[in-house]
């Protein structure tokens, strides 16, 4: 009764809001006249718009309109969730693990379905099991046509289950063993192994099949982070190790990853090293590195460090031109930065927040830094590309 | 309406609890508490009269003092003067307006504010945005003739979120009811 | 099967405990030897303890000993839970809603039970509704004999649910029109109402009889704070006005509320007054008295500022010796302080904290405050008398 | 056995996994996967060798370097080399005892840690205590051979209550296994 509600205030909203914009143009004209109150509704997923989870342990995920640093509404997000949005911007997807009474009882793992412009819950989608973490990206994803949901599971065995999107039921559990992260594909999807390959799910057929690529790191010697950058439309990977060696690879059932190059030597430094006392500059973080696609810049939070600091916050920004393999730009930051992201139309802007819940919109066409952003999320952050 | 004091700003107040829905149920377990505990005036200001406002410093608030009427999402905009939690102004609703997806609550806390511009005071119903998790930007705790727990209709510490499909609390708006 | 092992493990861990203890001695002697997790457990109920909440939207009671300053135990408090102590020390009451999904299912209000010492579930008594607000102190009790706990209800229609304890069972709502708070007495409860009086609730009879005291307040000039000091053994209150008047109270079915005095004006100060431009010393905070009942001494928030700043944190504390009616101390805060509460032994000591989940410790002997302890919460705090 | 990489380091690494509890299913399922992923020497410093530790600095890590054993509360106590969460010890447990209330999860990520005193490397089951709100004291991320998420067992972003009443996150331990 109380949605059903909410709806005819909606309509009669419009009206009231027109007073309210006509009136603030006139000194004098105070709105005083009585007022309904009404719920807003959301313009579709925006290419300029920032998702910004809470910190840990916090719920909610902000959604921020970098043109003007304003808070345009909040998808709901419980702790420890994953969010993704329908590459067709009509929901956003929730992936979610609940019990019954908050710390105990039922756990309840769903597929939240909420309509993009209303915010509502349309349905919830049970399936078996996620894995709970401090929300991080690469574990839940929407496959290219919009069809299935990915959601990585670990029990501590690896896995993904998948949720039939157009039937809104659970479909199956795919075994993913020694793999982590979910590059959805055409066929399928890619994952990252321990072994330092790619494994390369197709699920096109009746039953999975899994191949692996020839490994391209150590996982033991120079891992790469888990937190890597993923195009599905150029189904293509930026990924970077620990010592700062950065990958290209196309995405697909048979992947191809490049030689990789240094970003330090990109900058005119000696190469990061594994071993202790060998203070360079590294990559850190937790959401660490924001690939611009079309323009082919990798934005990376570089700090000063020995090895195995891979979690530091940034202490600048490293703009890499990845096509020229080159650092074009390093930008100092005052605030020690987690987490980046970056707009994908053709005025890139990046965000950037701290632990402390602090944001900031940074600027790439001047490299200006917006004023702080309070109470933001010290979450990860998500972007999408142009419908 | 024998069951309620006359006082017409109790009888706003008590049109505001019941909020244009059907909820007769909670309207009436309310009226009897309202009846049963004396209705007292709302407030100083309501005696003030509308026809003769005074402007004095000496009839304002602290708040009152130094509140503007430009900017919705700041703490001391005038209809702000009892409000506690996050201005809904600032979550990607407005000052009457639940953000995308949260429930505005059939019931409110009051406050009474005066507008700088005619120099009245106005009665605001806050009403609460419920269902989603709290909104963190711009906290505002004010208190103007905000009253303990045992006058509800005028306290801003409770989560106005009865009647909602859930009471987790977003954020909270400043719906103008009309001239105190 | 998962608490049969813990419990397995408490047994052993005596021993293993026993060694660390030892072996901190001698240098050398780091413990390298395997080692066996364990669970420990909690001493009873310590009027040495504060229990000190979340913040708002943040679940959980840190026990912090009030000796050394340090965590010693969390009560599972969820978020706007009220916690209450069992009076014979065996229990912690945790009166609580919970939606099952989260932000949105089905809405269970329940009096969970913990045993004191293994801070396990005991048990969930299921009731119909509670008022749900930012930890408060006085909305939940338990009656002086142990068997009854009183849950405060607001639907905005204000009532009391009794859970009978013995039975865990719910027994009865019983409506408190115009009034809040819950003072346990040995027949029922008294509450304080809106008309300025003490409503009695006797409870001992089949049907809950109501009697109101004389209004000794008005709730329109001068309200008192409904976050006011009683005490179950002495079967006293005090209440404290916005403007600073002192009222002294016995509490029985026949309430006797003595006359007030100003808290300034025992400061030598002129009395608070409701009029605006009147900028004087003022109390305000959340929890914002704490009376040590032995002593007769009232420690009051007080800050600078005009009426309606009933809610502006503490700037002193002012010690104000009840029976004298003198205000004795006066003591300034650097940090801006929201809920104070007192230990009840021989040795008081204050429990303070901020709005930023920051708390100190001030021990009343000599008047010096603890160094900061971060992270330890912003919301109400409890102190139990010895057992 | 013989599913098993013979590695020692990795087999000690499994029988924690198992925790002393009959989760067998459990285990069953994360063996397949560790055998299906070839399993890895498990960190530089297993390969040392216990006869002749090296202190020279450049065998420790920064963390190594600074590490102190007289208060296990602190973040830079030396057991804590990979540690991420709060420290148990100060939320009214201890180093491999959770808290009033929490339970021990059977599994966990490990670190393999230096002691200062005799320089040798020892591995460290960080065991998360379960099923009660965050505690908020002593917030540590250490990072010693911290692994991404599909090397599981060393990465300590994972919440690690599995096969626990509930996953909710009170805080970490660091318990002691043995030589690494």
Known sequence: MSRHTSQAFTLRAAAVLIGTVLASGAQAAVPTEPETPNVATLASPNPGWFYVRGGFDTAGTQIVDSATGKMVGMVDTSRTSDMAVDPAGKFYYVSETIWSKGNRGTRQDLLSIYDANSLKLQTEVSFPG?????????????????????????????????????????????????????????????????????????????????????????????????????????????????????????????????????????????????????????????????????????????????????????????????????????????????????????????????????????????????????????????????? | MKLFNPDAAAEKLLRRFAGGTSRRGMLARLGGALVAAPVFPLLPVS????????????????????????????????????????????????????????????????????????????MIAYRDCCGKPMCTQCMCDNQDRETPLYVPQLNNNIIWCFGTQSMEYHCSTAVMVGPA
């Not at chain 1, 690529?213 to 950058?229: E, G, K």
């Not at chain 1, 590195?289 to 020995?306: D, F, K, Q, R």
């Not at chain 1, 900031?360 to 979450?379: N, Q």
């Not at chain 2, 708040?63 to 102004?89: E, N, P």
């Open chain 1, 130 to 387: 996620r894995l709970i973490i401090g929300a991080q990206v690469n574990n839940f994803a929407i496959s290219p046509d919009g069809k299935s949901a990915y959601i990585f599971n670990l029990t501590p065995a690896a896995s993904v289950n998948i949720v039939d999107l157009g039937k809104r039921k659970f479909a199956r559990n795919v075994e993913l063993p020694g793999c982590a992260g979910l590059m959805p594909i055409a066929e399928g999807l890619v994952s990252v192994c321990s072994d330092g390959s790619l494994a390369s799910l197709n699920l096109s057929g009746g039953k999975a099949e899994i191949t692996r690529s020839v490994p391209f790191f150590s996982a033991t010697n120079d891992p790469v982070f888990d937190a890597y950058n993923y195009s599905v439309r150029r189904k293509e990977a930026v990924f970077l190790s620990y010592t700062g060696l950065i990958y290209m690879a196309k995405i697909g059932l048979k992947p191809e990853v490049a030689a990789p190059f240094s970003i330090q030597a990109a900058a005119g430094l000696r190469p990061g090293d594994t071993k202790p006392l060998d203070v360079n500059w590294l990559p850190g973080g937790r959401q660490l590195t924001a690939w611009h696609h079309a323009s082919n810049h990798l934005y990376v939070l570089m700090h000063i460090g020995e090895f195995w600091t891979q979690k530091d916050p940034g202490e600048e920004i490293w703009d890499v031109d990845l096509s020229a393999k080159k650092v074009v730009k390093r930008f100092p930051l005052e605030d020690h930065i987690d987490n980046i992201e970056v707009t994908q139309g053709d005025k890139p802007k990046l965000f950037v927040n701290t632990g402390k819940n602090d944001g900031y919109i940074l600027d790439l066409a001047t490299w200006t830094l917006g004023p702080k952003i309070g109470a933001i999320g010290g979450g990860i952050i998500a972007t999408v590309e142009a419908p």
């Open chain 2, 47 to 122: 005696r003030a009269g509308a026809a003769k406002p005074d402007r004095s410093p000496e009839a304002k608030t602290a708040f009152a003092r130094k509140a503007q009427t430009v900017d919705d999402t700041k703490c001391d905009y005038w209809r702000y003067c009892a409000i506690d939690g996050a201005l809904c102004s600032c979550c990607g609703g407005g000052i009457h307006t639940c953000p995308p997806g949260a429930e505005s609550s059939p019931v409110s806390w009051v406050g009474t504010c005066m507008n700088p511009e005619d120099g009245k005071a106005y």
